[in-house]
């Protein structure tokens, strides 16, 4: 019987039998990946991808540009447009028509849904519930764009905003008359000016905080967040903003017409609100100074009701100044025109409800008088056993705060181990604050959230904010000023953002998986709570950028999203601009709805490359004015 060697013919096509397959495998999926990467390259070395092309009013670009007074805006790209249909499943109907919004009526051009004057009518006066918010029903709701007021022009840049505003964007001159006397705002030519006064504060408010700051520590960083009650055009806050003080303004819509909207045009944080019959939407613990300058607010009525809730939301160790009547009445009240008794019996009053909140009177001079509140309860508790009223509260949740009614009661503070230790943890200065870990994370208090989740969420933000530098070329300018984060979580944008001229409102939704805002004000940032199937509290045209990421994943079954789309519209300014983040199925669906709103848009891959599948979508608001009524001719 013949032997098969190694050499011969058989024993080789055997061989070549077996490596054969597996050679194909390997030449056919080094082609895929090959072609795969190709492709993936093509795409995302289209510049679209890397740098935010835009629109500009001559003509297009493939860089980002600015419009003649300075705002970012966005066009068509010079190369070919993202194409997400070959990613993902969804469907691109280009030959829809897009549903054109139209412009609402002129007299809407400062319509606040929530604070309608109209619809507060029909409320309550008592506790001055007709001007807390009312808002508007299903069927109520506007499908229209608000306009601005004819010659709209973009406002004056920080820190010259701080001192002036055009008068055709607010044109309204009663302040200017009705406060003539004690420098609020005056009219010249075509501006406001601020000179910094104020009803108590005639030398300016920068000689006031001065002041204060010799009562207590203003500039050493210990005292970060503030809140103005009844804010009047918020010179207090826009001259804190020199001591590194971040002010939380707020005043009604009342007779004091557009006070909110002032402080706001200046590039101050400011919202519409009130001391009526609910809490104010800030967490408790949440605020290091509270600050009322003649604010008129009945503190001693009501069984102390707004002092305790001035307690609620201040830090333990937080001050709270009161100036103008009845402090100091011995001296000034014939000023005021009310009787010694009248004024007697008011503060009298006050020294109670605050010895009955546990707070100590650090001092009173001239017409400025500061209360401090304890640092834990230990020796509170022990003298409620003598004093019964105000009860502690028994609410389960001391920060739940959106239309909830106020209590007549001391909100207790967390349990500590020591007299010395200050209840829920003590927080570093400022600025080292804004990335310490936050005493609600350090202690857990704040369920799912630990040091290294806050640590890595700062990263994250300080990389994402890097890339949004790369795309919005204005951003480091002084572009934007009023900045809103629709859904903060832990404030990780506001943080990244520090080092821009510009302030953050961060709302963190009720609808939220975490109750996070208590953590953000220990950060010694500034935000609000909010629900986004309803209007914001602010006037229209207050925002220059809007940042979205995660919101409408949230909110995509909660409500109508075009309605949260037409509130964007009406708080940003003209060309202002709006940063979404979220899934391309939901970015497409929102650009199909702003494609209608006057808002020109590009939907753009993730920061870490186009296998990301979050997206982000960057839209410009354009410009675009109402017209004059015949009463503006």
């Not at 001693?300 to 009445?329: C, F, M, N, T």
């Not at 186009?610 to 839209?619: G, H, Q, S, T």
């Amino acid at each position: 019987m013949a032997k098969e060697y190694s050499g011969s013919p058989k024993h080789h096509h055997r061989l070549e039998a077996k490596r054969n397959p597996l050679t194909w495998i390997l030449g056919v999926s080094f082609l895929c990946i090959l072609f795969y990467v190709l492709g993936a390259w093509q795409r995302s070395s289209n510049p679209n991808t890397t740098q935010f092309s835009a629109y500009n009013r001559g003509g297009c670009d493939s860089h980002v540009t600015t419009s003649d007074n300075g705002n970012a805006v966005v066009g068509h790209p010079s190369s070919t447009n993202l194409d997400f249909a070959s990613h993902h499943q969804v469907v691109l109907n280009s030959s829809k028509t897009v549903s054109q919004f139209p412009s609402c009526d002129m007299s809407f051009s400062e319509y606040t849904p929530c604070q309608d004057k109209v619809r507060g009518r029909k409320f309550d006066r008592n506790m001055l519930k007709y001007r807390e918010r009312h808002c508007p029903a299903k069927e109520e709701l506007l499908r229209c764009l608000i306009p601005a007021p004819p010659q709209y022009k973009t406002p004056f840049k920080w820190p010259q905003s701080r001192d002036y505003a055009w008068y055709s964007n607010i044109p309204h001159r009663e302040l200017s008359i009705e406060k003539a006397i004690q420098n609020w705002i005056q009219l010249e030519g075509n501006r406001f000016r601020f000179p910094g006064g104020g009803t108590m504060f005639p030398r300016g408010a920068d000689a006031y905080i001065d002041d204060i700051g010799r009562l207590i520590p203003l500039t050493d960083g210990t005292i970060r967040t503030a809140i103005d009650t009844g804010c009047g055009v918020a010179s207090f806050g826009a001259y804190l903003l020199n001591r590194n003080i971040l002010t939380m303004s707020f005043a009604p819509r009342d007779t004091h017409e557009a006070q909110v909207q002032f402080a706001l045009e200046r590039g101050v944080p400011a919202m519409i609100g009130i001391m009526g019959s609910q809490r104010l939407p800030y967490p408790a613990r949440a605020f290091d100074l509270a600050h009322c300058s003649r604010c008129l607010i009945p503190w001693q009525k009501y069984d102390g009701l707004y002092l305790a809730e001035v307690d609620r939301i201040l830090r333990p160790g937080g001050y709270w100044v009161l100036s103008g009547p009845p402090i100091h009445w011995k001296k000034f009240w014939r000023g005021w025109e009310r009787t010694r008794e009248d004024l007697k019996q008011e503060q009298d009053a006050i020294e109670d409800v605050a010895k009955s909140l546990c707070w100590k009177k650090v001092i009173e001079k001239n017409d400025l008088s500061v209360w401090q509140k304890p640092i834990n309860h230990v020796e509170c508790f022990r003298s409620k056993k003598v004093l019964k009223a105000p009860h502690m509260c028994e609410s389960d949740d001391p920060d739940t705060a959106w239309y909830r009614n106020l209590e007549a009661c001391v909100t207790p503070l967390p349990e500590v181990s020591s007299s010395d230790d200050v209840a829920g943890g003590a927080i570093e200065k400022w600025p080292e604050r804004a990335y310490a870990v936050p005493p609600r994370i350090r202690s857990g208090s704040t369920p799912g959230i630990t040091a290294e989740r806050f640590v890595e969420d700062n990263k994250l933000w300080k990389e994402r904010v890097a890339h949004y530098k790369r795309i919005i070329s204005p951003l480091p300018t002084g572009r934007y000023r009023n900045i809103m984060d629709m859904n903060a979580y832990l404030g990780g944008f506001a943080a990244a953002m520090l080092n821009y001229p510009v302030w953050v409102m961060n709302v963190v939704p009720i609808n939220s998986n975490h109750d996070t805002l208590g953590v953000i004000y220990e950060r010694g940032l500034i935000g609000t709570y909010q629900d986004w199937c309803e209007a914001f509290s602010t006037y229209p045209r207050t925002y220059d950028l809007i940042h979205a990421s995660g919101l409408f994943t949230l909110y995509q079954n909660r409500c109508d999203i075009t309605y949260i789309l037409l509130e964007m519209d009406r708080i940003l300014r003209p060309e202002g601009t709006v940063i979404f983040r979220d899934t391309v199925e939901l970015l497409v669906k929102i650009q199909s709805i702003t494609d209608g709103m006057r808002w020109k848009s590009q939907i753009m891959d993730h920061e870490s490359g186009p296998f990301n599948p979050e997206k982000i979508l960057v839209a410009v608001k354009t410009y675009w004015t109402g017209e004059a009524t015949q009463k503006q001719l």
